[in-house]
């Protein structure tokens, strides 16, 4: 098998014998840091958890002086960093598992739930396993378009999405609503490849969270707060958002900037482990930033390091990534990373693009991976 | 209270109440049981004894029933059973647990070297059959060897706190006398009370001298050795804790007696590593559905599967964790890192993940 990737210089040739190293390098990555676990990452996730806990109680009671507009702010602020924190550090990567060998009742895949209106156990099976399994596999990976946009120029054009940017805005501001109703595959429904009673449960499980999570940020919390009741609500609503549009950007700079390739089901069929994290490479993009912005981003901004080990703790990937990208370049493999404003500029130019047919949009010059099967079955292995 | 904690629940949702609380401070809880350790005493070489204070919603034990410890070394939280060695239902939130430090036992050895007062250890409710029944019995034989005597410990104590009339014996094997935890106290049970016998055994070649006592009898558990120290033995109810060859020894007497439903006996096991992990042996065990298989040295998942059952799944490659299940007991072995693991009551991936030896799977 070949994987032939074009590169600034021309295409790039990986040997089997170059893919299989490529995984052996990793894996022998990943047993390191997977041996040194220990103490320092407690530490870590309990300080992360803590400092939001503490953010979470200050947005509350900030709430408390919310009829001047500073305080109630600063409460937005506090709130909205603290549910950012929630969702991103300590939630996905919690409920990844990337904390299970702690443990720990709280900070335990099997039991943890998130500050969102998304189910757990609903997300953990459209997130951990479809995404994180068929990674930008056409058909399979439904985080390409989630079913409502056209993200890649795979996904054939059809005028429905000359709303595309339209679609992306309202996912963006609406973005935990979005998560939540993944997992129900709505455009399969339309399609009649899905049957209304298989969402029943889904359903329920949807409405007694989101009943929860809304309950809680719309009537007991603005009603604790009495004559402020409508200053607490907005400002609930504010840090929702707030929390919405970060968190919405930071996972589309994970998987579409310019670069980022897509596969079909047929490239991807029985892949080696070699395989599997050359297509994980390729399909990822990390954000370069401060230690700051990485934590706030629930290091998704090393979605490349993620994707190749997404139950190490996320806490491990900054000192990881120069290891990865120093692999990358030995195989001449892209290793995609910017700024933040270049890669979120990169999507929404793609979401712009991709609302009109291919006649009227140059087509971007695609970095395509070709892989070429004659392989056995006997010699794959996970 | 209940209804106030899932009021107060309602705010911190998603997470429970007392995600917030142990922030505050480790053993302040709303639900969870936890304990806090008072105090420490070295007093036998190689062994540890912790005084913990419960916290409120501790529910008290039962002489002979064990609770189970969670202490976190190096970022993983471990748990172990430990019987609680003070008499029952003193109607306080106080536990007293005696730990003998095993070679390589990695709670025991850390209890024994860092447990200080102040620490917090997670705690279990008293569970286990091995306890002393209500009404008492008239006659109680209480027969241990080396750590084993715990629980049998809390027994005595409990008869003793209760002016208990029947005939008591009880009857410790150990290696020295110096081993033997708490024998001043036991010696003064002894003393106080013309009913109770106490008696130890130090099984090296009879009529050996050691340190100044001498062993009587054959050193090992015997019917002759039980018709000395309690030839009223069939009349009683008998309780035995310790190593296997004990345990086997008082079983044989009894079940040649036709005596095996008077007693009553807990095992304290560790798991071993087999000298070659990578050899397929043992028999797997899926106690949920009640099969058991030949172990195949596959992936659990598959060797489920392979006996009919539907574990929950996804990725099948260790990275979804849709697979994880309670291992029960026995020894496993990842297959990506080759680590192996001895643990019992562990959350495994069962998809990378196979048996080594002896292994039972909450499936
Ligand atoms: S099936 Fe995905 S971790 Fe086992």
Redesign the interface.
Same mark, same amino acid.
């Given at each position: 098998m070949t994987i032939l990737t074009e590169g600034k210089d021309g295409p790039v040739i990986l040997t089997p014998e170059q893919v299989e190293e490529f995984g052996q390098a990793l894996?022998a990555l990943r047993?390191r840091i997977?041996a040194d676990?220990?103490?320092? @990452?407690?530490d870590y996730i309990y300080k992360i958890? #803590?400092t939001q806990?503490g953010l979470e109680i200050a947005g509350r009671g900030l709430m408390y002086l919310g009829f001047l507009p500073p305080f109630w702010l600063a409460g937005v602020a506090a709130l909205g960093v603290s549910k950012i924190l929630d969702n991103m550090e300590i939630g996905h990567n919690v409920m990844?598992?990337q904390y @299970?060998?702690? &443990?720990?009742?709280?900070i335990?895949? &099997?039991e943890f @739930?998130?500050?969102t209106v998304c189910p757990?156990d609903q997300w953990?099976?459209s997130h951990?396993?479809?995404h994180?399994?068929y990674t930008n596999i056409h058909d399979m990976d439904r985080d390409i378009g989630y079913g409502i946009l056209r993200i890649d120029e795979g996904q054939k054009w059809n005028p429905y999405y000359l709303g595309n940017p339209v679609y992306a805005f309202l996912l963006m501001v609406l973005f935990e609503w979005g998560v939540m109703m993944h997992d129900l595959e709505a455009d399969n429904i339309i399609k009649g490849k899905r049957k209304w009673s298989d969402l029943k449960p889904l359903l329920k499980g949807q409405a007694r #969270?989101a009943g #929860?999570?809304v309950? #809680?940020d719309y009537v *007991?919390?603005p009603a604790l707060t009495g004559p402020l009741f409508v200053h607490t609500l907005a400002g609930n609503a504010a840090a929702n958002v707030v929390r919405n549009l970060w968190t919405f950007s930071i996972i589309f700079c994970g998987h579409f900037p310019a670069g980022v390739q897509t596969f079909t089901k047929e490239e991807t069929e029985v892949e080696t482990r070699g395989e599997?994290y050359v297509r994980q490479m390729l399909g990822s993009a990390n954000i370069t930033g401060s230690r700051l912005f990485h934590i706030m981003s629930g290091n998704l901004s090393h979605q490349i390091e993620h994707h190749l080990f997404? @139950?190490l703790p996320a806490n491990r990937y900054p000192e990881m990534a120069p290891e990865v990208k120093a692999l990358a370049e030995k195989y001449g493999l892209p290793y995609n990373t910017g700024r933040f404003s270049k890669q979120i500029g990169s999507v929404w130019a793609k979401i712009f693009a991709l609302a009109l047919p291919d006649s009227l949009v140059k087509r971007a010059p695609k970095p395509g991976v070709i892989v070429m099967r004659n392989r056995k079955a006997t010699e794959v292995g *996970? | 209270m209940v209804g106030l904690i899932d009021l107060v629940q309602t705010l911190t949702t998603p997470h429970p109440l007392d995600r917030y609380l142990e922030l505050v401070s480790p053993a302040l809880t709303a639900r969870e049981l936890r304990a806090e350790v008072t105090h420490v005493s070295h007093a036998v070489p190689g062994s540890v004894t912790l005084t913990l204070r419960a916290s409120r919603q501790w529910r008290g034990h039962a002489a002979g029933q064990y609770v189970q410890i969670g202490v976190s070394i190096n970022g993983v939280r471990h748990t172990r059973c430990y019987s609680p060695i003070d008499p029952e239902s003193r109607g306080d939130r106080y536990i007293q647990l005696t730990v003998k430090a095993h070679p390589g036992g990695l709670v025991s050895n850390y209890l024994h070297e860092h447990a200080k007062p102040g620490m917090v250890v997670d705690l279990a409710p008293a569970s286990g059959v091995f306890a002393l029944p209500e009404p008492r019995p008239e006659k109680v034989l209480l027969v241990s060897g080396g750590s084993g005597i715990t629980p049998v410990l809390s027994m005595l104590r409990t008869l003793d706190a209760e002016d208990y009339a029947g005939q008591v014996t009880f009857l410790h094997y150990a290696r020295q006398p110096e081993m033997v935890p708490h024998r001043a106290e036991l010696t003064a049970i002894a003393t106080r009370r013309p009913n109770f016998r106490v008696e130890y055994r130090y099984p090296v070649e009879p009529g050996t001298v050691v340190n100044g006592e001498t062993s009587t009898g054959s050193g090992f558990f015997d019917y002759d050795e039980l018709e000395r120290v309690a030839p009223w033995f069939a009349d009683a109810q008998t309780f035995v804790c310790g190593p296997p060859p004990l345990m086997r020894a008082v079983q044989t007497i009894f079940d040649a007696e036709g005596l095996q439903d008077r007693v009553h006996s807990e095992e304290f096991t560790l798991t071993t590593v087999p000298a070659d992990p990578a050899e397929a042996t043992g028999t797997v065990t899926f106690s949920g559905s009640a099969v058991a298989a030949e172990n195949t040295g596959a992936p659990l998942l598959e060797q489920a599967e392979a006996v009919g059952l539907t574990p929950e799944y996804g990725c099948r490659m260790g990275i979804c964790f849709s697979c994880t299940a309670t291992k029960v007991s026995g020894c496993t072995r990842n297959l990506r890192t080759g680590e192996l693991d001895a643990d019992p009551d562990k959350q495994i991936q069962i998809c990378v993940n196979t048996a080594v030896g002896d292994v039972d799977i909450a499936l």
């Open positions: 894996d047993a997977d676990l220990g103490e320092r @990452d407690r958890i #803590k806990r990844h598992g @299970d060998w702690m &443990r720990e009742r709280g335990n895949s &099997r @739930d998130w500050d757990a953990k099976h951990n396993y479809m994180h399994t #969270k #929860k999570q309950l #809680k *007991v919390f599997w997404p @139950d *996970v | -």
